[in-house]
């Protein structure tokens, strides 16, 4: 069974950034992407951002570009996602996923596989 386990999330302040971490538990499998999505109370789970893992290309949803930037290890099989200029509208439970797929929208939930728990970001302004 597949596991991904995210970390970092906690509360900050208008401004403030943090740093989460998703890496995958449990047994191997040959990923070809991995993205982070979010999703507030009453709302949908929304794109963030994601990279594919063989090259790094990477993607953003337009509320986050410029802010936050996606990248990963390949030594420590894990996925970051930095986020600076927080705002409270970033306020979210943080979910990472995981792709075993080729020629997908990166943007969909539909194209990852695994997902993790999900990390609470809480932003107050």
């Known amino acids: 069974q597949v596991r991904l386990v995210e970390s970092g999330g906690g509360q900050v302040q208008a401004g403030g950034s943090l740093r989460l971490s998703c890496a995958p538990s449990?047994?191997?499998?040959?990923?070809?992407?991995m993205g982070w999505f979010r999703q507030a109370p009453g709302k949908e789970r929304e794109f963030v951002a994601a990279?594919?893992?063989?090259?790094?290309?990477?993607y953003y949803g337009d509320s986050v570009k410029g802010r936050f930037r996606v990248s990963r290890d390949n030594a420590k099989n894990t996925l970051y996602l930095e986020m600076s200029s927080l705002k409270p509208e970033d306020t979210a439970v943080y979910y990472c996923?995981?792709?075993?797929?080729?020629?997908?929208?990166?943007?969909?939930?539909?194209?990852?596989?695994?997902w993790g728990q999900g990390t609470q970001v809480t932003v107050s302004s």
């Open positions: 996923g995981a792709s075993t797929y080729y020629g997908t929208s990166l943007y969909s939930t539909d194209t990852y596989l695994y």
């Open positions: 449990g047994r191997t499998f040959s990923r070809t992407a």
């Open positions: 990279l594919w893992w063989s090259d790094g290309v990477t």
